[in-house]
């Protein structure tokens, strides 16, 4: 079965330190992937998506197949990026629609 | 531009009550419909999705089902409803348009049942 596992409920940092949010997949197709992160009292959002291979706020995300993994970097965490961050596996917009998240990550960049 | 609508923002509704929560998108056609729960320690938890008119997809047992009555118009009810019940609740929608799209989330609406 498909499955988005994000094995940190929260993780809290100091400003201006390293961050790195994981996340695993398990699916046997192409997976499609995608960081959404919610703001408080905000909408859950889109960060970023694998095939855009984009920097998003600092953040990139780089999928391994090999492990299974598609961890969220940022390298100089900000105040600002204290939120809840979510992992999220698409089966194909076009095809299935099912679209499937993690467990979510609070990150707390303390000042 | 697309937008999506969700509501009420905030139920409460005695246990053993029907339920019927609303979502509408506007500016697309043919979209990706969604429906989940957060919860605290659990994440987004998929409950139901939907690719056309009365298609719809359950991913948990559960005492909830959903319906697709128009084309932008997602439905989820409940006959009787339990304490376990309570939660906030996501409508989303996505394109079938291309590959790797973004979904788009209403503002939720919280469930209290007393």
């Known amino acids: 079965a498909q499955r988005v596992t994000q094995p940190e409920k929260l993780l809290s940092v100091f400003k201006g330190a390293p961050v790195e949010l994981k996340c695993n997949y398990s699916?046997?197709?192409?997976?499609?992937l995608f960081w959404y992160v919610q703001y408080s009292r905000q909408r859950l959002q889109l960060l970023l998506r694998h095939i855009s291979r984009e920097s998003i706020k600092g953040f990139t995300a780089d999928l391994n197949k090999g492990e299974t993994s598609f961890h969220l970097k940022k390298p100089f965490a900000q105040e600002e990026d204290s939120a809840m961050y979510y992992c999220?596996?698409?089966?194909?917009?076009?095809?299935?629609?099912?679209?499937?998240f993690g467990q979510g990550t609070t990150l707390q960049v303390k000042p | 531009s697309q937008t999506i609508h969700q509501w009420p923002a905030t139920l409460v509704q005695p246990v053993g009550s029907p339920l019927s929560l609303e979502c509408t998108v506007e500016?697309?056609?043919?979209?990706?419909l969604y429906w989940y729960r957060q919860a605290a320690g659990r994440g987004l938890q998929l409950l139901f999705y939907?690719?056309?008119?009365?298609?719809i997809s359950s991913e948990v047992p559960q005492n909830l089902s959903a319906s697709r009555p128009q084309d932008r118009q997602f439905i989820l009810s409940s006959k009787k409803l339990l304490l376990s019940d309570s939660g906030f609740y996501l409508c989303a929608w996505s394109s079938k348009q291309g590959a790797n799209t973004e979904a788009f989330f209403g503002q939720g609406t919280r469930l209290t049942v007393v």
């Open positions: 939907s690719v056309g008119i009365g298609q």
């Open positions: 699916y046997s197709g192409s997976p499609e």
């Open positions: 999220a596996l698409s089966l194909g917009s076009s095809n299935t629609g099912k679209l499937i």
């Open positions: 500016g697309t056609s043919n979209p990706n």
